[in-house]
């Protein structure tokens, strides 16, 4: 009960933190120059057409009372008319989402397995030559921009190699599965279609793991030190004194509540990978909604920047909530504490 | 150690202020000698030392280090465009024949302008509102700073970096500018931890009862306790200010051709991938030479603060 409590509230605040959030997605896009107005149809439409439209925009009430109409119309699901592609910004953002989505969730799965993988291997021969070769592989990960591995991996893996496509989602000759989740890989399992599935998989890992490095690198780092603090406690000591088995010592017993500041920075991880796919979609031309975001802010289309920021927004709270819960799972000691204070 | 204690404070009685001072003086150097000793006990923090200065070097001597000044500018000269690293062109040229050494030399100025004006707009009002959240905690103040705070870390910065600085007319300054403004709260938060901490110290309870002005207390007492997290944070930050700044330079919403930088070199030269690689990759190598240079220096700092506070 008082978990649950705690997470009613933990809700209600994330709430409120994008209503924050949405005033000043409002306020960024009204204090671009020019009228939106007159943006919305075209430099040369006659002024009567451009003064009927900012009746129909609000534009002519008071700010606080355009963000009313703003926000009434944002919690229907109505962003506008998206400038660029003359629809409506929410339809746009459907078509796009999935295709982003599948992208994050892989690249997710990568730095998951990935970086744990890393550590652990790190941390279990500790200061032997894998450790260092993780070490520094973590380093020179950390530092690198993920739109400097997507180029590189382009370059290596497949212009040199010719491992991997490096365009787009599907290759030509494939023809889509039926849409059901917007999810390629998934859409042609449901379908049956083996073929399209291993040619959606091939498109995917390039920018997955051009994305998913950065994390990569960095949750191997933390799951390695948060091992190595651990392995020196009493309780592994211990735990190894009444002679259970080093697997399940290091499986069991050190793993998992090593594995907590792991997860609190991967949740935050996945959630930032939305942005920096900005970059990495355009690279490798993936038709997702980062790449549409980063078109919206090419031609200043404030309706679609301001959805898409406070879709983002919106990830990135829930996943922090995700996180809380898994981490008080995986701590009872913060369960514990949520449950006092309750 | 109340031994001791007593004895430094028996001497202390029989000092003059100046001798007082002087021993302070050396105290000081000793503690910077330690500093300094724990710093370079890493081998790697030297290596980024020595990057970073070089690349501090490199920037400010661009037009007499180059071996083309004239190329880091508007500079077209088809008949040598796009050639492979040579010994005239140790990273080869572009696709309207400047030399890209030379173009990654003067690029480093940007990058390194960026993340110095950033960290000095930032840092500033960040911890100056870290302060005051933390000194009057549980009042309005608080609430009012740190739930702006909250808004603005609810979204990874570089999204609303990108927004804001797609929203002004693209230059350098303006990019500092969206960069800028979405970094603070990093800073208030750190700060707000630790001024809550610090607020229920006995030294600060101790100047409250001797009746010292909020000011004296907020400055004095608790501020120079929250310096060395703060100088950790922005030299690990310099690194991320950088590749942020890259990044916006990368999608064109930086710094406006012809002016060199790194991030709009890399992204121009993505388009003649995979034949005409060096376009692209020496910029490349030069963003991760620089980053990996302040990470190394960052992580040395850190080190340093964290054996001292032991």
């Known amino acids: 009960m008082s978990t649950l409590n705690f997470l009613v509230r933990r809700i209600i605040y994330s709430v409120f933190v994008l209503l924050g959030l949405s005033i000043v997605i409002f306020v960024i896009a009204r204090i671009m120059p020019g009228d939106p107005a007159r943006m919305a149809v075209g430099a040369r439409a006659p002024q009567w057409v451009v003064d009927r439209i900012r009746e129909q925009m609000h534009l002519n009430e008071p700010l606080p009372v355009q963000y009313g109409y703003w926000l009434r119309d944002a919690l229907r699901g109505d962003f506008g008319l998206s400038l660029v592609t003359q629809r409506p910004v929410t339809s746009d953002i459907r078509e796009f989402f999935p295709a982003s989505l599948e992208l994050v969730l892989f690249s997710g799965f990568l730095s998951a397995v990935g970086g744990i993988g890393l550590g652990v291997l790190s941390a279990r021969y500790k200061d032997t030559w894998i450790d260092n070769i993780v070490r520094l592989f973590s380093y020179a990960g950390v530092v690198t921009p993920s739109y400097i591995f997507a180029i590189l991996f382009v370059l290596l893996l497949g212009w040199a190699l010719k491992w991997f496509p490096i365009i787009g989602r599907l290759s030509e000759e494939v023809t889509a599965p039926p849409v059901v989740t917007g999810l390629i890989t998934l859409d042609a399992l449901l379908a049956g279609q083996f073929g399209t599935f291993l040619d959606a998989l091939r498109h995917i890992v390039l920018p997955a793991l051009s994305l998913a490095m950065g994390a990569i690198a960095q949750e191997a780092r933390i799951t390695r030190s948060s091992m190595a603090d651990n392995l020196s406690k009493d309780y592994i000591a211990s735990a190894r004194a009444l002679g259970i088995p080093e697997r399940i010592v290091m499986g069991r017993f050190l793993l998992k509540p090593s594995l907590i500041p792991t997860v609190s920075i991967l949740g935050l991880d996945i959630a930032a990978t939305f942005s920096v796919a900005f970059l990495v979609e355009l690279i490798f031309n993936w038709p997702g909604l980062a790449r549409y975001g980063m078109q919206s802010m090419m031609h200043k289309d404030l309706n679609a920047i301001s959805a898409v920021i406070l879709i983002l927004g919106a990830i990135f709270v829930t996943v922090n909530i995700v996180v809380d819960i898994i981490v008080a799972w995986l701590d009872p000691r913060i369960r514990l504490s949520a449950a006092r204070s309750a | ?310």
Not at chain 2, 256 to 280: C, F, H, K, N
Not at chain 2, 287 to 292: A, E, G, K
Request: zero cysteines; proline letters at 6%.
């Open chain 2, 1 to 310: 150690m109340a031994e001791q204690a007593a004895i430094r404070h028996e001497l202390a009685a029989n000092l003059t202020v100046q001798q007082i001072k002087q021993l302070e003086r050396r105290s000081r150097r000793e503690s910077l000698g330690r500093a300094w000793y724990k710093f370079s006990r890493n081998p790697l923090s030297i290596v980024g030392v020595a990057t970073v200065a070089l690349v501090v070097l490199l920037a400010i001597f661009a037009p007499w280090v180059t071996p083309y000044p004239k190329h880091a500018g508007a500079f077209t000269d088809f008949a040598h465009a796009k050639i492979p690293p040579s010994l005239e062109h140790p990273f080869g040229t572009d696709q309207i024949g400047r030399d890209v050494l030379t173009r990654i030399i003067f690029g480093l100025r940007s990058s390194l302008l960026m993340g110095v004006v950033v960290l000095a707009l930032v840092v500033p009002p960040g911890v100056l509102l870290g302060l005051l959240a933390g000194y009057y905690q549980g009042t309005w103040i608080d609430t009012v700073i740190m739930r702006v705070t909250d808004i603005f870390l609810s979204v990874p910065p570089l999204i609303l970096a990108l927004a804001v600085a797609s929203v002004l007319k693209p230059n350098l300054w303006n990019g500092m500018m969206a960069v800028s403004l979405m970094w603070w709260p990093w800073y208030t938060r750190l700060v707000y931890g630790l001024g809550v901490a610090l607020r229920n110290e006995y030294f600060v309870s101790a100047a409250e009862v001797t009746g010292a002005s909020t000011a004296h207390i907020i400055f004095r007492e608790i501020l120079p306790n929250t310096i060395s997290p703060i100088l950790t944070k922005m030299s690990l930050d310099v690194a991320w200010v950088i590749i942020i700044g890259s990044m916006l330079s990368f999608v064109g919403l930086g710094v406006q051709p012809p002016e060199p930088s790194l991030g709009t070199m890399v992204a121009d030269g993505s388009r003649y991938l995979p034949d005409q690689w060096w376009i692209a990759v020496f910029p490349a190598l030069a963003i991760v030479v620089v980053v990996l240079g302040f990470n190394l220096l960052g992580d040395g700092v850190r080190d340093m603060f964290a054996a001292e506070e032991i």
